[in-house]
């Protein structure tokens, strides 16, 4: 009877493992599906209304690492190869968690423009961000995107500018005065023990070392040998 408790009971863990296991593997599915339905509805929405973006710094698309609570500034060159008028809204940065486009963990500066970019011409527009310093040491999806439309407002679009994973790192400077006050703190811990020992083991030795016997010195007065009479008269001189 034990035993066929013990084996429903097994049966049962495992139905439940499985079904865990099958659930995340359904959600990630699920949001791989998502991810590739909104890509291929974003690519037939960008063939009604072109863009060409490009970045104008050429280190910019080649960085990898940005230091937390630095700011950074990307031009960003658009270009209208369609044959009217694009009306650019708003530019908008995110950093996103590597595996999952859907989790936002930070959004960055979102800049509104509204400007109308003719056809067959290109505009120049700067983006300021700043990555926070508590995202330090984690590495992120970094996706800059852009909002547009045509002259009208009828069609509604949305261009991705920039998506790369990046890592945010400490901060490279070149004076920290938190980093130089604890060398010093410590330096003068390390001088103040130095000079206790050195006091300690002075005052030991001190003690260890014998002492000399002090001489007594013994008062046997003066003696003939000792007095000059020379200087005294004659006839006082009584010996």
Request: include cysteine; charge should be negative; glycine fraction near 2%.
């Amino acid at each position: 009877m034990f035993l066929f408790h013990l084996v429903l009971v097994s049966l049962a863990c495992t139905w439940n493992l499985r079904a865990e296991s099958d659930e995340n593997v359904g959600q990630k599915e699920a949001e791989e599906n998502m991810e590739e339905f909104n890509k291929d509805f974003e690519d037939i929405e960008n063939q009604l209304l072109k863009l060409n973006t490009y970045l104008l710094c050429p280190l910019c698309d080649k960085m990898t690492e940005f230091e937390g609570g630095v700011s950074y500034n990307f031009l960003i060159g658009i270009q209208n190869p369609n044959d009217e008028d694009v009306l650019i809204k708003n530019i908008l940065g995110s950093l996103l968690y590597p595996d999952s486009s859907f989790y936002h963990v930070q959004n960055l500066t979102n800049l509104n423009y509204t400007v109308n970019i003719p056809s067959n011409t290109e505009t120049t527009f700067s983006y300021n961000f700043k990555p926070s310093e508590e995202l330090i040491n984690h590495p992120f999806q970094f996706v800059i995107q852009t909002d547009y439309s045509d002259k009208m407002g009828d069609i509604q679009l949305k261009n991705t500018l920039y998506n790369r994973t990046i890592d945010i790192v400490h901060p490279h400077k070149s004076f920290d005065f938190e980093v130089i006050f604890i060398q010093f703190l410590i330096a003068l811990l390390l001088i103040t023990l130095f000079y206790v020992i050195y006091r300690l083991a002075t005052k030991y030795i001190y003690k260890r070392s014998p002492k000399k016997a002090k001489v007594a010195i013994i008062e046997t007065g003066a003696t003939k040998n000792d007095i000059d009479f020379e200087w005294l008269p004659k006839h006082n001189i009584k010996l």
